[in-house]
């Protein structure tokens, strides 16, 4: 088990072998999903990757905060953050 994270030229060559194609359809497979994903969740959405979890959108209200260099309170404007949320079938298998 290796402690570096994939790269995306290993991902796009390990969904390639699994898929039985070439690197260039498994690359553009790739890039669909990451598009589709991200526009769906910048437009507040919501995604559920199959087996993986569900990727989400969700607003963070108008809060105060410390800067931890200063000291100092200061309001930190309400924003978006994106949650992932993971599948119940990944965590049995990682804990299988």
């Known amino acids: 088990m290796s402690t570096k994270p994939m790269t995306k ?3 796009v060559a390990a969904v390639a072998d699994a898929m039985g194609g070439d690197k260039k359809t498994a ?3 790739l890039d669909a999903v990451a598009a589709v ?3 769906e969740v910048a437009a507040g959405g919501a995604v559920t990757l199959p087996g993986l979890g569900k990727v989400a ?3 963070r209200p108008e809060r105060q905060v410390r800067n ?3 000291g100092e309170t200061m309001t930190k404007a ?3 953050t994106v949650k992932f949320a993971i599948a119940k079938a990944l965590k049995d298998i990682v804990n299988g």
């Open 37 to 39: 994903v991200s526009k």
């Open 9 to 11: 030229t290993q991902l």
């Open 68 to 70: 931890p260099a200063t």
């Open 78 to 80: 309400a924003d978006k």
């Open 57 to 59: 959108c969700r607003a």
């Open 27 to 29: 690359a553009a497979a």
